[in-house]
């Protein structure tokens, strides 16, 4: 590992206020960008925390990325974060992380592709382009991750739970 990459173990945790044993420290600027202050008093500003396993372990793996797109610590498990760093990360996961969870499948354009489908999620009803039939990602138990054209990533947990009409559409495009 690099000298330049700090690392938080499970018995080692960044505070949200000050430095920690690992030499760094987290907190939000005035513009509400994310800043770390590493082991040697440099700030860098513009932080972007990004899961190692989003689906899988949320918790577990995080990187936090400077602006120039390197790592500069690695987070082992955000639980065991002290609670004012843990909700600075948390917070910013949960915009980078946006994925609403799909409920009903109302209708398609046609079932080719591209073709724009209308939906209801778990955030409301909307409508989206579906570019490939590759856009659409068998995950473990059932699940599915469909990707719009405009990157947002729809999240189905289980198709069975889908209802019947919601499923028949699905399964032309699987």
């Known amino acids: ?7 938080i173990n499970d018995d080692k945790a960044a505070t949200g206020t000050g430095t920690d044993s690992n030499g760094f420290s987290l907190a939000r600027d005035a513009f509400g960008r994310l800043v770390l202050t590493d082991a040697q008093g440099e700030r860098h500003v513009g932080i972007t925390p ?7 372990a949320p918790d577990h793996g995080v990187s936090l990325v400077g602006s120039e797109g390197r790592e500069l610590v ?7 974060l002290p609670a004012p760093t843990k909700a600075l990360l948390e917070e910013e996961l949960a915009v980078r992380d ?12 046609s079932f080719g592709v591209p073709s724009t489908w209308t939906v209801s999620t778990d955030r409301g009803d909307t409508t989206f382009v579906l570019k490939a039939e590759e856009d659409i990602r068998r995950l473990e138990g059932g ?8 990157g947002v990533q729809f999240r189905i ?3 069975k739970d889908l209802d019947r009409a919601s499923r028949k559409l699905l399964e032309r495009f699987l």
Request: aromatic share 6%; no cysteine; net charge negative.
């Open 50 to 56: 990004v899961r190692a396993f989003p689906l899988s």
């Open 143 to 150: 699940a599915l991750l469909i990707a719009s054209a405009h």
């Open 1 to 7: 590992m690099n000298n330049d990459i700090n690392s």
């Open 74 to 80: 690695w987070v082992d498990n955000v639980a065991q």
């Open 157 to 159: 947990p289980d198709v």
């Open 98 to 109: 946006f994925a609403p969870t799909l409920v009903r499948l109302h209708g398609v354009s």
